[in-house]
């Protein structure tokens, strides 16, 4: 079914509101303020979707593509590059605030004035270092496109630099596996192939190797390294990373002596820099659920003998801890810490929390939840790290 329709303003998940015969109908690759023909691709429960196939009435911030393989007929990987980069800042600010006034019940900003902040020189192209990439039947890598199986090979992708892509096209790959791409913080690139899963054992786990470069990278942040798998998490912006801790430290305001909560650590990025302030006489936990994440963590932070690695769910390491510390700092994948998690936090009593959310309305959900509990909110920043696309990153300090 193809409509012609009328956008509104921007929605969570990268679409703008239209409605039809007074159905609201969520409309991808379109722009507040447009009319345009959108094919519905999904008209299961009260609620439409669809994509922008022609654009009939354009708004003022929409510019050529800057992706070549992005649209309704090409890849899921960048849903807003046909929209001004500045005005696409504008976009996800405005969906944050309403997302945290409406899940959150907290007013951040005017929607018509939340803008997210650039990361780094604030590049729209050409900032990502890491992908991860899946392969078709005859061993091409590809992008999905959005919400299918379906895998566009072309590999030009605008987020990603061409130190990461070249050569990928014209290789073949076990079909079925994953395609891994770093390039870590000395510029050289690594490739390692995983899966397909199947058999068992020393069967299963020969299956990932290291096609280019090595299996785990080097990243740095200041003057400390972490050497990582491949196939594990670290921030894909090449400067997220650091700009995040210098964040961290500044709004955790740790003396020497105190006590740090890093939930959901990861490689331990937090830890490093909470560990920095609260000195040998302090201490600092750092939990995460990946053996791999705790293995560099624990390599990593060597020398910081007060920093405790924990392999396990965030729930049941909690459950372990009797003291108080004086600051938690939270960085939950996109479902959010949820109601379980903000309870323990909120039940240990810790008078400062910084909590950090990739999803806009996960995130506004959590903030709603610490206020619940007494804390307020004492600043809030939302950073358009992932140009080109529709997400973004949330970074709040509460207190009580």
Known sequence: MTLTLTTGPAANGGSCVARHDGRVVFVRYALPGETVRATVRDQRGSYWHAEAVEIIE????????LCPIAGADGAGCCDL???????????????????LARLGGFTWRDEATAVAEPVGDGAALGWRTRVRL???????????????????????CGQLPAEVTDGLAAM?????????????????????????KTGRGAARRNATRAVEGQYEAVQRIGT?????????????????????SRLVAEWAGLQPGMTAWDLYGGAGVFAAALAEQVGPGGRVLTVDTSRAASRAARAALADLQWVSVVTDSVRRALSAESGRPDVAVLDPPRTGAGRDVVDAVAAADVPRIIHIGCEAASFA????????????????????????????????????
Not at 58 to 65: L, V
């Open 81 to 99: 590059a046909f929209a001004e980069p500045h005005a696409a800042r504008r976009l996800k600010g405005s969906v944050v605030a309403n997302q």
């Open 134 to 156: 899946d392969t078709t039947a005859d061993g091409r890598a590809g992008f999905h496109r959005y919400h299918s199986a379906d895998l566009v090979t072309e590999l030009d």
């Open 365 to 400: 959900r959590d903030v709603g939840l610490y206020l619940r509990h007494g804390y307020q909110v004492e600043d809030l920043r939302v950073f358009d790290s992932f140009p080109l696309t529709h997400h973004v990153e949330c970074v709040a300090v509460l207190t009580r």
């Open 172 to 196: 073949r790959w076990t079909p079925g596996a994953q395609v891994h791409v770093v390039l870590d913080s000395d510029g050289r690139r690594h490739i390692v192939q995983s899966g397909p």
């Open 224 to 244: 400390r390294e972490w050497l990582l798998p491949v196939t594990a998490f670290w921030q894909a912006h090449r400067d997220a990373a650091a700009v995040y």
């Open 58 to 65: 354009a708004a003022g911030d929409r510019i050529d593509p």
